[in-house]
């Protein structure tokens, strides 16, 4: 299931929003504020934000940069005559707009437009009769599912999600475990080494001196 954070101060506004992505089976977060939208960002998990412009106190523009730092997928919420706000929310990398006020089938085009564009929607990578369906965090093989830590499931999301390519050990290191350093490239080699035999897979290639690439 993908979340939504909702950031809009007007109340009737932002529950109309809420109802029309949970009848379809979002989930949602909100946010009254500015500030209480930053500590959502910052503590949850999102897929999309519908970010208002003009909030009190910390206003939409403010909360835009974090948003594409973090490549959260944002459509700006405008009012009628806000075109000047709208050029300069999409000149900031906003994904997307809307203005206000909406149809409901509007606003759940746009969201699944973004969504699909941003590649959220693309939840399961198939590859050797195994399925990696990125939402649920989980891993079948021929159906059964295999338990995987963590940290396994992260090595081979990102090596799925970088299909075909060479990733070097330090690249997985620091992505997966947050480590800058060369020395403990083993944990990638041993993981890498689990996540062989837990899958019965030999399209994780080893590739010299380099890295480790997935096969399709
Ligand atoms: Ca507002």
């Not at 500030?35 to 960002?41: D, S, T």
């Not at 690249?171 to 997966?176: F, N, R, S």
């Not at 480590?179 to 990638?188: A, L, N, S």
């Given at each position: 299931m993908?979340?939504?954070l909702?950031?809009e101060?007007?109340?009737?506004i932002?529950e109309?929003i809420k109802?029309n992505?949970s009848?379809v089976g979002?989930?949602t ?5 500015g500030?209480e ?17 003009m ?6 523009f ?12 944002t ?9 000047k ?9 906003a994904?997307?707009?809307?203005t206000k006020?909406?149809e409901a ?5 746009r969201?699944?437009?973004v969504?699909r ?14 399925e990696i ?7 079948f093989?021929?159906g059964?599912e295999v338990e995987?830590?963590?940290k ?8 799925a999600?970088?299909?075909g390519m060479?990733?070097?050990r330090e690249?997985?290191l620091?992505?997966v ?6 020395g403990y ?5 041993m993981h ?6 837990k899958l ?12 480790y690439?997935l096969?399709?």
């Amino acid at each position: 299931m993908q979340t939504i954070l909702i950031i809009e101060d007007e109340e009737p506004i932002r529950e109309l929003i809420k109802l029309n992505l949970s009848l379809v089976g979002y989930k949602t977060l909100e946010a009254g504020d500015g500030n209480e939208g930053l500590k959502l960002i910052k503590n949850e998990k999102i897929d999309l934000v519908l970010l208002d412009l003009m909030l009190p106190g910390i206003d939409g523009f403010e909360i835009l940069p974090e948003l594409i730092k973090k490549k959260i997928p944002t459509i700006i919420l405008t009012a009628r005559d806000g075109l000047k706000d709208k050029v300069k929310g999409l000149e900031m990398g906003a994904d997307d707009y809307i203005t206000k006020p909406f149809e409901a089938i509007e606003l759940l085009a746009r969201v699944k437009a973004v969504l699909r564009r941003s590649g959220k929607d693309n939840s399961v990578i198939v590859f050797d009769n195994i399925e990696i369906h990125l939402e649920q965090h989980k891993v079948f093989k021929d159906g059964q599912e295999v338990e995987l830590t963590y940290k396994e499931f992260e090595l081979l999301r990102l090596l799925a999600e970088n299909m075909g390519m060479v990733m070097s050990r330090e690249k997985l290191l620091q992505l997966v475990w947050d480590y800058d350093y060369e020395g403990y490239t083993r944990t990638v080699d041993m993981h890498i080494q689990r996540l062989r035999n837990k899958l019965g897979t030999d399209k994780i290639k080893t590739i010299y001196k380099v890295g480790y690439r997935l096969e399709a």
